[in-house]
């Protein structure tokens, strides 16, 4: 099962990630997700766990607990095309007064 966690603590590094979610269960893999051009965390990260039992167990613990003087989000990552997003633009707003 594939965990989003939220609200970190830029000094919050993958092997912080990995440890606090470990005491719940094994983990796949667990990463703190950075910027590309400077490297510097994003304030999240995912964090993978074989065992479905073991990650609901760890976000039930987690969600809201103080990780690097933060207090976390853990909830299920859901995929990126099942993101609902708000509704796109539209243009020009407003009434139109003028010339016609």
Known sequence: M????????????DGTLRAAFEAHGEVTSAQVITDRDTGQSRGFGFVEMPSSQEAQ?????????DLDGR??????????????GGGGGGGGGGSRRGSW
Not at 4 to 11: A, C, P, R, T
Not at 71 to 84: F, L, S, T, V, Y
């Open 71 to 84: 207090q976390i989000k853990a909830n299920e990552a859901k995929p990126r095309g099942d993101r609902r």
């Open 2 to 13: 594939n965990i989003y966690v939220g609200n970190l603590s830029f000094d919050t590094n």
């Open 57 to 65: 167990a760890a976000m039930t613990a987690l969600d809201g607990s």
